[in-house]
């Protein structure tokens, strides 16, 4: 979160460029509005390419909290079903249950399923082991994120960078470039332009560490239920504890 000062100062410096006149009265009625108004009407290619990256970014996120609901990972009476399938001896009808329920805990159920033939220390490893396999999984989806924030940011830069580029080239090719750049008018659209690349990909980056750490909290949480889960369907396999021979 060290970028959030930097995005901050961004999203200001945008809004002072955006106000017809510097009182904080002009900055909440008219800045915000003046400023995003003037993005959508005078975006270019650089502004369309980071406005198309901060909407995919968007829906990878809707998409990732989509698969991380919780009726989804862990769905609401498979341990029972499971359970009482296992009471009825069919264990065969219980391992594929899990298969088919295609979910992050019916992994772990099968996982420990697939070794009733073995030792408990045996089953007990394999959930274990399966619940650790599906956090990696479920974190390097999320890690995609930590690349989307740098990426905002880097190309937030550059498009402010090519924006600077292309106004220094354009002046040159003018007779007289003193007017130029004394004209409020062209300034104040090599401003827009400047901090409108900023602002795209400070807000790409800022919802990417956004969605990134508040996916990684949620799935900490669910493969902690994950374990708790195995645990209690490991209940009836556990060895009753050794008594001592008086």
């Given at each position: 979160?060290?970028?959030?000062?930097?995005?901050?100062?961004?999203?200001?410096?945008?809004?002072?460029?955006?106000?017809?006149?510097?009182?904080?009265?002009?900055?909440?009625?008219?800045?915000?509005?003046?400023?995003?108004?003037?993005?959508?009407?005078s975006?270019?290619?650089?502004?369309?390419?980071?406005?198309?990256m901060?909407?995919?970014?968007?829906?990878?996120?809707?998409?990732?909290?989509?698969?991380?609901?919780?009726?989804?990972?862990?769905?609401?009476?498979?341990?029972?079903?499971?359970?009482?399938?296992?009471?009825?001896?069919?264990?065969?009808?219980?391992?594929?249950?899990?298969?088919?329920?295609?979910?992050?805990?019916?992994?772990?159920?099968?996982a420990?399923?697939?070794?009733?033939?073995?030792?408990?220390?045996?089953?007990?490893?394999?959930?274990?082991?399966?619940?650790?396999?599906?956090?990696?999984?479920?974190?390097?989806?999320?890690?995609?994120?930590?690349?989307?924030?740098?990426?905002g940011?880097?190309?937030?830069?550059?498009?402010?960078?090519?924006?600077?580029?292309?106004?220094?080239?354009?002046?040159?090719?003018?007779?007289?470039?003193?007017?130029?750049?004394?004209?409020?008018?062209?300034?104040?659209?090599?401003?827009?332009?400047?901090?409108?690349?900023?602002?795209?990909?400070?807000?790409?980056?800022?919802?990417?560490?956004?969605?990134?750490?508040?996916?990684?909290?949620?799935?900490?949480?669910?493969?902690?239920?994950?374990?708790?889960?195995?645990?209690?369907l490991?209940?009836?396999?556990?060895?009753?504890?050794?008594t001592?021979?008086?």
């Amino acid at each position: 979160m060290r970028v959030l000062p930097l995005f901050i100062a961004v999203l200001f410096a945008g809004r002072a460029a955006a106000a017809e006149a510097y009182n904080a009265a002009a900055f909440m009625s008219n800045g915000w509005g003046a400023f995003l108004g003037e993005l959508f009407r005078s975006i270019d290619v650089v502004g369309f390419v980071l406005l198309v990256m901060l909407l995919v970014n968007i829906g990878m996120c809707a998409d990732l909290f989509n698969h991380l609901r919780l009726s989804k990972l862990i769905p609401e009476g498979l341990l029972d079903d499971v359970q009482e399938e296992m009471g009825n001896g069919e264990y065969e009808k219980a391992l594929e249950m899990c298969t088919k329920s295609d979910s992050l805990i019916g992994q772990v159920f099968a996982a420990v399923l697939s070794k009733t033939d073995y030792s408990f220390d045996r089953m007990e490893e394999a959930m274990r082991g399966e619940v650790k396999i599906q956090g990696l999984v479920w974190r390097q989806w999320a890690r995609q994120f930590q690349v989307f924030a740098f990426g905002g940011f880097l190309l937030g830069f550059l498009g402010a960078v090519l924006e600077c580029m292309r106004f220094v080239a354009d002046m040159t090719g003018r007779p007289n470039i003193t007017l130029a750049l004394a004209s409020s008018f062209e300034m104040r659209a090599l401003l827009y332009n400047f901090f409108a690349a900023l602002f795209l990909g400070g807000l790409m980056a800022l919802l990417s560490l956004a969605a990134y750490t508040a996916a990684t909290s949620k799935l900490e949480k669910m493969l902690l239920e994950a374990e708790r889960l195995g645990e209690e369907l490991l209940d009836p396999f556990r060895p009753l504890p050794l008594t001592e021979e008086e």
